[in-house]
């Protein structure tokens, strides 16, 4: 085996390490030369040991500037270490930490308060309180679904005389909240609804239950009946729809104030499972109890067809005196008119709706304020108090709506025919 030569063998080139003094500081030179990295001002911080780098020149470079941006692709980041404890040299003494105290946080919010306990049902005397305010009673759509409504034009509340066309706003004290024995009101709501077992009873509450067969069957009697010219006919209309309209807002303000709860969620609450006979003989459970038309949503309390029929019967007892009514050719008084409406032999259906006449003699003004407002007890809508504090809330509207009316044609001599005919010709000379 040969042996190791006794030569002085060279270090590798790559080595960093060196015991040649002369050797050592000619490589820091050559390194020095390509490592001002990371420099802001390189003229003014020239060192023959400026920082080194990790990475040994492999050819000769030079930098005039400093290369301060960073790199376009970084294979990693590195992140600031927070250290709790430090070793340091004793001339720096202990090292201590102190945590920033956190601002003071906002309190937590408040807990929503529970949710009320549900109202227990209407006692026997009870006159007021959350327990008889109105409800949305659930209505079913005919095809299995299940809804409730809010209360209709709840800004209502809130209106004056000058919400109102033709009159002024009556004094809510005229319908002050009513004192009902909730349980015998029910029984007798049940009771009325048994004894309606015909069809003209049931076509009579259908009837009056649609304002609009109200108007449109007094329109087709003026002109049928009593011969009247297009021009009397609008006259009419315009002001019966504003008595109407006037008494509406009136009676749906009153509603507000009171809020009563309806008959229909009483008796569910009252009699669930009882079975109630009702209308044509028919047997139904409590909870399933519905009026014979649709209840509509708002209170109960007063009611506003029994307002609406009474400003109705107002305004024509205060019009039609007026008008020249004629019956086959003749000329008759509105005192010795037999009728408002028709008799359902000359007139079987009201135009255009086409709802059923229920008067074989035909209605008066004062029959049509009786019956509107009786139709709604039979029906189911309404307590016993409701009607007559509906008719007396709107009590005269209808004949201050009429005055209103004739004063718009200023002054006349004659009926009415007489003032919306020609005028004279003009006496100025053209």
């Given at each position: ?12 080139s ?6 040649e ?5 000619l490589?820091?030179?050559e ?11 390189p ?16 050819g ?5 500037s400093?290369?301060t ?13 927070c ?46 309180g959350?327990n ?31 919400t ?21 009101e ?15 009873e ?47 807002v009136a009676?749906?303000k ?24 009702l209308?044509?003989?028919m ?28 400003a109705?019967?107002?305004?024509v007892?205060?019009?039609w ?73 709107a009590?005269g ?8 009316l ?5 002054p ?9 005919g020609?005028s004279?010709?003009?006496?100025a000379?053209?």
């Open positions: 085996m040969a042996m190791p030569s006794k030569v002085a063998v060279p270090r590798p790559s080595s960093r390490i060196t015991s003094r002369a050797v050592a500081c490589r820091m030179s390194v020095s030369s390509s490592s001002t990295r990371k420099v802001e001002r003229a003014m911080m020239a060192s023959f040991a400026p920082t080194r780098v990790k990475m040994r020149s492999t000769e470079s030079e930098h005039a400093a290369a941006q960073q790199p376009r692709c970084a294979i990693s980041t590195v992140r600031h270490a250290r709790s404890t430090v070793d340091l040299p004793p001339m720096f003494g202990p090292v201590t930490s102190r945590k920033r105290a956190a601002s003071p946080s906002p309190p937590p919010p408040a807990p929503p308060p529970p949710a009320p306990p549900p109202p227990p049902p209407p006692s026997a005397s009870g006159a007021g959350s008889t305010c109105w409800r949305p009673i659930p209505e079913y759509d005919g095809k299995g679904m299940t809804y409730e409504m809010d209360h209709v034009a709840p800004f209502l509340r809130f209106a004056t005389s000058a109102l066309t033709m009159t002024t706003m009556p004094d809510m004290a005229l319908a002050p909240g009513p004192s009902y024995d909730y349980v015998a029910a029984d007798a709501v049940i009771a009325n609804m048994a004894t309606v077992d015909t069809a003209g049931l076509d009579e509450i259908r009837f009056f239950d649609g304002k609009l067969n109200v108007a449109l069957g007094l329109i087709g009697t003026l002109l049928l009946g009593y011969g009247q010219s297009i021009e009397e006919i609008m006259l009419h209309s315009f002001g019966e729809t504003s008595a109407v309209h006037d008494a509406g009676v749906w009153n509603k507000l104030l009171n809020s009563r709860i309806r008959p229909t969620t009483v008796i569910h609450q009252l009699y669930p499972e009882d079975n109630l006979r209308n044509d003989n047997t139904v459970r409590g909870k399933h109890f519905q009026t014979i038309v649709r209840t509509m949503s708002h209170s109960e309390y007063p009611s506003g067809s029994a307002a609406v029929c009474a109705i019967r107002d305004f007892d205060a019009l005196p007026h008008l020249t009514l004629t019956m086959q050719g003749d000329e008759v008084s509105y005192s010795d008119a037999p009728f408002v409406i028709l008799p359902n032999t000359l007139m079987a259906n009201v135009p255009l709706t086409g709802a059923v006449n229920p008067a074989p003699g035909g209605l008066s003004a004062a029959s049509i304020a009786e019956r509107c407002g009786a139709t709604r007890e039979l029906g189911g809508m309404h307590f016993s108090q409701s009607v007559p504090a509906g008719r007396k809330l009590a509207m209808g004949a201050e709506a009429a005055a209103t004739l004063s718009l044609l200023g006349r001599e004659g009926g009415v025919r007489q003032a919306l020609g004279a010709p003009c006496a000379d053209c």
